[in-house]
């Protein structure tokens, strides 16, 4: 059979479309929003806006690169939930409008589904069931794929997310947003065994990282540590400044190493628990170099067969909602016109 699905993202801050020709990826655009780095995260009110001027030229060079037009698509998939309302909006009514038209079948994609999906674009793909470490800005979970269509969270963040804490970390260090591409960066040059950051213990598969956000925040009141200064030291705002630009590379090393332990270690226990052998990462933060490469030793280690997206197809795109709806395809699993974005979803 001959599909052609057109697929547009906009959860977030991306604006991005993608052709996916009988499972194969054609066509990959994405306009990232830059306008939110001098607020320091993503303004709602400022992605939406921004989404409304990209998503005409994002959708039409999609489908030019994918050397089609609009009458060969098949099917419109957009991605329902979750993330900014004001944002899914956008891509969802565009989505809608083009189905309208031209008359062709709506597919609802669940965003945190296409991030583990992202595994099945490469030739090599994971057989089933696999496991996946989905990594990102809003989530971070552990799900159980016995299917492309059947997913299930089997562990998930009690608090905040693995880019979160990324993210968290690099603006108590002074560092622009997203800061967690720039803690991989400067994590590359230091030590991960300069400075020791505490392991939560949460019970079964579940994760915390809020509690690593105020180790950090301690951590630089005192300066470092009683190694440097005297216990109980308070250091004043220039001294943390100071302390935090000599060790700059060591206290992301550090940081990043804990929270790849974190994922790892709990991953790890779900493998055992499973006695899955197939292992993916997916996510925004699948992209960090130190998890990917603890990740895949941790696989040769443990007899693992390990996958990771490209890094393109980590982050968020629409490559992966235009993959994971191809499945929803050959299921006939289509919705209504009057279905309607969701900030949170339920999975
Ligand atoms: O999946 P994603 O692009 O968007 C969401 O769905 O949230 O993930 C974004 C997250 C941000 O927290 C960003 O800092 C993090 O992924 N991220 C990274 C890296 N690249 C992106 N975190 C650590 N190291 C990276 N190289
Ligand atoms: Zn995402």
Redo the contacts with the bound molecule.
């Keep these: 059979m001959n599909n052609t699905i057109l697929a547009i993202e906009s959860?977030?801050d991306e604006t991005a479309a993608a052709v996916c020709v009988d499972g194969k990826i054609v066509s990959n655009i994405i306009a990232t929003q830059k306008i939110h780095a001098q607020y320091g995260g993503v303004v709602p009110e400022l992605a939406s806006r921004a989404h409304m001027q990209h998503i005409v030229v994002v959708v039409d060079t999609a489908v030019k690169q994918a050397n089609c037009t609009l009458a060969d698509v098949d099917a419109i998939a957009f991605t329902q939930a979750p993330g900014l309302i004001g944002s899914l909006l956008v891509g969802s009514q565009f989505a809608k409008s083009i189905a309208l038209a031209l008359n062709k079948p709506l597919i609802a994609v669940h965003?945190m589904q296409a991030?583990v999906l992202a595994n099945l674009i490469p030739e090599n793909k994971p057989s089933f069931p696999f496991l996946c470490l989905t990594v990102?800005?809003?989530h971070t979970q552990i799900v159980l794929c016995t299917s492309p269509t059947n997913l299930k969270v089997i562990g998930q963040t009690i608090d905040d997310a693995a880019?979160?804490a990324?993210?968290k970390t690099a603006k108590i260090l002074g560092l622009p947003y997203?800061?967690?591409?720039l803690?991989?960066k400067y994590a590359k040059e230091g030590n991960p065994n300069a400075f020791t950051f505490p392991e939560p213990h949460i019970a079964g598969l579940d994760f915390s990282f809020s509690g690593l956000k105020t180790s950090i925040l301690y951590f630089l009141k005192n300066a470092g540590s009683s190694l440097l200064f005297k216990e109980n030291f308070t250091a004043t705002e220039e001294q943390q400044k100071a302390f935090i630009d000599n060790n700059l590379a060591d206290i992301c090393a550090s940081v990043q190493a804990r929270i790849v332990s974190i994922l790892l270690n709990k991953l790890k226990k779900a493998a055992e628990q499973t006695g899955i052998k197939n292992i993916c990462i997916a996510?925004?933060?699948s992209?960090?170099?130190g998890l990917r490469n603890s990740f895949k030793e941790m696989g040769t280690a443990l007899g693992w067969n390990t996958f990771i997206p490209a890094f393109e197809y980590c982050?968020?795109n629409a490559a992966m909602i235009a993959i994971t709806a191809y499945y929803k395809f050959l299921e006939n699993d289509f919705t209504e016109l009057t279905v309607s974005p969701s900030a949170k979803a339920e999975w």
Excluded: K, L
């Design positions: 959860s977030c965003h991030h990102s800005g809003g880019g979160e990324f993210d997203p800061g967690g591409p803690i991989d996510g925004g933060v992209a960090n170099s982050t968020d």
